[in-house]
T-cell receptor
């Protein structure tokens, strides 16, 4: 079974609109961490935001926020006021003890911002 | 502070050859992880080194190996290359210790390997 599922292979969004990128995860660990990374066409992975399983508040970093719904095992990334520079691949990833703390990645979502 | 550097950036090899990729972590970081990224399999963890010791290993054949030097620089080696080894190989460094959930990794630009 997939540990991290990103159901949106690609998305087109109008500039300045908000966008939500979906991520669901599967773990039996009580303690785990969830990450979002951005990968522009240059290839380098850029860390965006982190949510720990015990964090009571949703994580926020500037225009990025993580909509964490623990019971539904979802960790959606919300980008407010999208910009052309947000066009990139976005990956959701998880770290858990059962997987020896390796980063397990989703398949990614290709986001294209339209002017 | 300089970021993670990887050399070479691009590499073309033929089947059966071997290749060595290099990664220099951010100064002060002692943990280096390697990932393989392909269109078919996505991102997959290869291995992690911390203070010259392999701390974690993904599910890859023994043709894939790595090492870390005392200055934290790391190399990965792939022997007897196969067409399926064509991929972007990403290196990431971290200052965190083993078993940490929040382990922010800083990635290099990657080495794109093409096997013909």
């Amino acid at each position: 079974a997939q540990k991290i599922t990103q159901t949106q292979p690609g998305m087109f969004v109008q500039e300045k609109e908000a966008v939500t990128l979906d991520c669901t995860y599967d773990t039996s660990d009580q303690s785990y961490g969830l990450f979002w990374y951005k990968q522009p066409s240059s290839g380098e992975m850029i860390f965006l935001i982190y949510q720990g399983s015990y964090d009571e508040q949703n994580a926020t970093e500037g225009r990025y926020s993580l909509n964490f719904q623990k019971a539904r095992k979802s960790a959606n990334l919300v980008i407010s006021a999208s910009q052309l520079g947000d066009s990139a691949m976005y990956f959701c990833a998880m770290r858990e003890r059962d997987s020896n703390y390796q980063l397990i990645w989703g398949a990614g979502t290709k986001l294209i911002i339209k002017p | 502070k300089a970021g993670v550097t990887q050399t070479p950036r691009y590499l073309i090899k033929t089947r059966g050859q071997q290749v060595t990729l290099s990664c220099s972590p951010i100064s002060g970081h002692r943990s280096v992880s390697w990932y393989q990224q392909t269109p078919g399999q996505g991102l997959q963890f290869l291995f992690e080194y911390f203070s010259e010791t392999q701390r974690n290993k993904g599910n890859f054949p023994g043709r894939f190996s790595g090492r870390q030097f005392s200055n934290s620089r790391s190399e990965m080696n792939v022997s007897t290359l196969e067409l399926g080894d064509s991929a972007l190989y990403l290196c990431a460094s971290s200052s965190s210790v083993a078993g940490a959930l929040y382990n922010e990794q800083f990635f290099g630009p990657g080495t794109r390997l093409t096997v013909l």
